[in-house]
């Protein structure tokens, strides 16, 4: 006779590509203590998927469509604070570990690694724990020896002018993202010249070049 598990891990698990969510979904729903309970493809998705389905964990690639993982995981975690955030990620340095960390994530795991890593990462943040991947550990480690935590040209970003960088290289125009947004075009250009001068670019192409080095953007 089967018996009910003692608890459930309810995750949603979220990646812009169909067969990653596949393979992870096959992974947490094959262990005992685990459920996904649903996926998305983008930032934005993410976030309404977590206030409706209120996830114990969210299982989330830093690299997204609409809304990078790293903004989606600080609106998630300031609606849900009791959600907790793995970022799966194949970025492995210190810019993208510690803008991770810094917004809320509880676990930093490669996407390199092995099935078991993610589940003891899902574990790990479910008992009120963290999880790093052990390279990434390595990198943790590293900057605080060299007292130095690298801070990204990002953190002088609103949250707004995040938003219009990402729509704009994601070849948004000034009207449609004014559209999206509810805002006028004067002010989309606004926002943009005010990020183009904190980030140090002067124009289209450097905006894409910035966000495809930070992981951003898709290359």
Do not use: W
């Not at 094959?30 to 459920?35: A, P, Y």
């Not at 309970?37 to 830093?62: C, H, Q, S, W, Y």
């Not at 805002?183 to 070049?209: C, F, N, P, Q, W």
């Amino acid at each position: 006779m089967e018996h009910s598990p003692s608890f459930q891990i309810r995750i949603l698990v979220v990646d812009d590509h169909g067969i990653v969510r596949d393979g992870l979904k096959a992974i947490l729903d094959g262990h005992f203590h685990m459920e996904v309970v649903g996926t998305a493809a983008n930032g934005k998705e993410a976030i309404a998927a977590a206030e409706r389905l209120k996830p114990d964990v969210v299982v989330m690639d830093l690299v997204l469509p609409e809304l990078s993982g790293v903004d989606a995981t600080q609106r998630i975690i300031a609606a849900l604070p009791l959600t907790r955030i793995v970022i799966l990620s194949a970025c492995d340095t210190s810019e993208h570990v510690f803008r991770a960390l810094r917004a809320g994530a509880r676990a930093y795991v490669l996407k390199e690694c092995a099935a078991a890593e993610i589940i003891q990462a899902v574990l790990a943040v479910f008992s009120g724990g963290r999880y790093l991947s052990p390279p990434v550990t390595g990198v943790v480690i590293d900057e605080l020896l060299g007292e130095r935590m690298a801070v990204s040209p990002l953190e002088s970003l609103s949250p707004r002018e995040r938003e219009v960088l990402h729509l704009t290289v994601a070849g948004k125009s000034s009207a449609e993202i004014g559209s999206q947004l509810s805002l006028s075009r004067k002010t989309v250009d606004t926002y943009r010249s005010r990020l183009m001068e904190k980030l140090g670019v002067h124009d289209l192409a450097g905006l894409i070049r910035f966000s495809v080095a930070r992981a951003m953007a898709p290359v």
